[in-house]
């Protein structure tokens, strides 16, 4: 298994988890607006050591979702914001670009420290 990207939940925002209703969770680097900060799990801007793709999986405290879809801008807003928006559907088709597409189940809880990792085979 190769790690593509890894990271941790540095901060979260009181608001949050206003999103996980609809199956989202919006990441943002420790930078974020500050009007943005409140809805967001913060973490630090890491740049991806490869392509983020379908195929992949992302594991949350080692829980693993498949990557069914990446929208075009993932890879860069992630390089130079830290920000994209984890959507937890299972779309297989990008509607938004700075969006990551996983398989649809059961969000586990996200705490400080909660690890985030992008993995390939």
Avoid at 6 to 27: C, H, Q, R, W
Avoid at 71 to 89: A, E, S
């Amino acid at each position: 298994m190769k790690i593509i990207y890894a990271n941790k939940v540095k901060n979260i925002g009181p608001m949050a988890s206003t999103f996980l209703d609809e199956k989202m969770l919006i990441l943002f680097g420790t930078n974020a607006p500050q009007d943005l900060k409140d809805f967001c799990y913060s973490i630090d801007i890491v740049e991806p050591s490869g392509e983020i793709k379908e195929g992949q999986k992302l594991l949350i405290n080692n829980e693993e979702f498949a990557i069914t879809a990446v929208g075009n801008l993932v890879q860069r807003n992630l390089t130079t914001l830290g920000h994209i928006t984890l959507r937890f559907d299972g779309a297989t088709t990008p509607e938004l670009p700075g969006t990551l597409y996983l398989e649809e189940k059961e969000l586990p809880a996200i705490a400080l420290n909660t690890e985030l990792k992008i993995v390939s085979e």
